[in-house]
Structures are given as structure tokens and as C-alpha cells.
């Protein structure tokens, strides 16, 4: 199975700060990347697929890159709304698998 | 609006079977593969099984292969997972999720449902 890797596992940042988390793969996964912002009690909800495309109606703050084994999710200006915890998930090979999350708290 | 309605969750004692149900709606449901994702209380997502738009192609992690079995009914919008021989780790809420293509990998998962809780103890 291809083994995500997310870091940092928790962050503390303020409003209006830039946030940057990272995603590796074990193996090359091309451009086969999503990412996953899910908040308590709710279900996961899609903020970028194929590495760097921003789902309908995803703020433009969001935005992803990276290509191969390493991609990045960033919050350019992070919001209230957007404390939660991201995952992302490679679908290049069968079993789909997913980081094992960020969460983002307030400072 | 796509939406997703799983059911058939609850408690349940180990070494017995349960199957989930999702109810689509909103879209062309033969047109889209479908997955089913768990998530323990407390940790974070686990792909369980996915199944292609014909039932051509179907997939299971490795902790559920051989007891869980993944099914569709395209003139019903239905989605189903067939839970035997269930064990205390396979407790979780589980969601039924719409694939982005027809097949059950290359694409994304959107949107999810609400999920339903499956918890397995005695």
C-alpha cells in the first residue's frame, strides 16, 4: 500500500497567518492528490483535487501544489472558519489511502 | 443536490453481521463509482471498500477482505456493505462517498455523506 505521510500531525496559528502543511507519498503517486478539510462533528469536505484544483466554492485562499511524492496544502490567510483538521489522500493505486491528519488550532 | 443517506448502523456483538445502506440522490448514480470510508472515534479516516460504476471493479482494504462485501443497485441509487464477522476494531462511523469517475481510483471523493455509526461490542 502507498503510505501518506502529513506534518505536521498539529499546528497553532492565528488569523491571518499563512499556513502550510505537507503531504508526502511513499512512492510516486503523479498528480493523484486531494485534500480533505473536515471539521468536529461533520464529514470530510473536498478543498482540492488532482494536486492543485480548487473544488467549487472553496475559498481562493486554499490552494494546493506539488507533483510526485511530495505536495503542499496552504491556507494563504487563515479564516475563523478554518480551524479544523486536513487530510490528504492518494488515489493513484488501489487501496486509496489517506495522511493521517493535521489539525489546525488556534494560538 | 447530490446527497447520501447511509443507515443501518447501531450496536452490534462481535462475530455478528450488519450491512450499511446509502440512499443517493442528485445525480446519476450508474454514472459514478462509490466507496465506503470508516472513521474510529477519535482518529482519522480509513478507506474500507470501493466498487466501480458496473460492479466490474471492487476493492477492500486488507482489514476487511473476506468478511465485508460491497454492492450497488443502479435502478435503485443504492449503495450496500455487507458487514460478517464483525470485530471491536471495526467499530467506526462509516460513510458512503461519490468517486468522481466511473472507476475506483484516478479521482476524488465528493461529497460525503453524514455517515452512520457502526459499534461492535458486547
Known amino acids: 500500500d502507498i503510505q501518506m505521510t502529513q506534518s505536521p500531525s498539529s499546528l497553532s496559528a492565528s488569523v491571518g497567518d499563512r499556513v502550510t502543511i505537507t503531504c508526502r507519498a511513499s512512492?510516486?503517486?503523479?498528480?493523484?492528490l486531494n485534500w480533505y478539510q473536515q471539521k468536529p462533528g461533520k464529514a470530510p469536505k473536498l478543498l482540492i483535487y488532482?494536486?492543485?484544483s480548487l473544488q467549487s466554492g472553496v475559498p481562493s485562499r486554499f490552494s494546493g501544489s506539488g507533483s510526485g511524492t511530495d505536495f503542499t496544502l496552504t491556507i494563504s490567510s487563515l479564516q475563523p472558519e478554518d480551524f479544523a483538521t486536513y487530510y490528504c489522500?492518494?488515489?493513484?493505486?488501489?487501496?486509496?489511502?489517506f495522511g493521517q491528519g493535521t489539525k489546525v488550532e488556534i494560538k | 443536490e447530490v446527497q447520501l443517506v447511509e443507515s443501518g448502523g447501531g450496536l452490534v456483538q462481535p462475530g455478528r453481521s450488519l450491512r450499511l445502506s446509502c440512499a443517493a440522490s442528485?445525480?446519476?448514480?450508474?454514472?459514478?463509482?462509490m466507496h465506503w470510508v470508516r472513521q474510529a472515534p477519535g482518529k482519522g479516516l480509513k478507506w474500507v471498500s470501493g466498487?466501480?460504476?458496473?460492479?466490474?471493479?471492487?476493492g477492500y482494504a486488507d482489514s476487511v477482505k473476506g468478511r465485508f462485501s460491497i454492492s450497488r443497485d443502479n435502478a435503485k441509487s443504492a449503495l450496500f456493505l455487507q458487514m460478517n464477522s464483525l470485530r471491536p476494531e471495526d467499530t467506526a462511523l462509516y460513510y458512503c462517498?461519490?468517486?468522481?469517475?466511473?472507476?475506483?481510483?484516478?479521482?476524488?471523493?465528493?461529497?460525503w455523506g453524514q455517515g452512520t455509526l457502526v459499534t461492535v461490542s458486547s
Open positions: 488532482a494536486a492543485s
Open positions: 442528485g445525480f446519476t448514480f450508474g454514472d459514478y463509482a
Open positions: 462517498v461519490k468517486d468522481s469517475g466511473l472507476i475506483t481510483t484516478g479521482g476524488w471523493s465528493d461529497p
Open positions: 489522500q492518494q488515489s493513484y493505486r488501489s487501496p486509496q489511502t
Open positions: 512512492q510516486s503517486i503523479s498528480s493523484y
Open positions: 466498487i466501480s460504476w458496473n460492479s466490474a471493479n471492487i
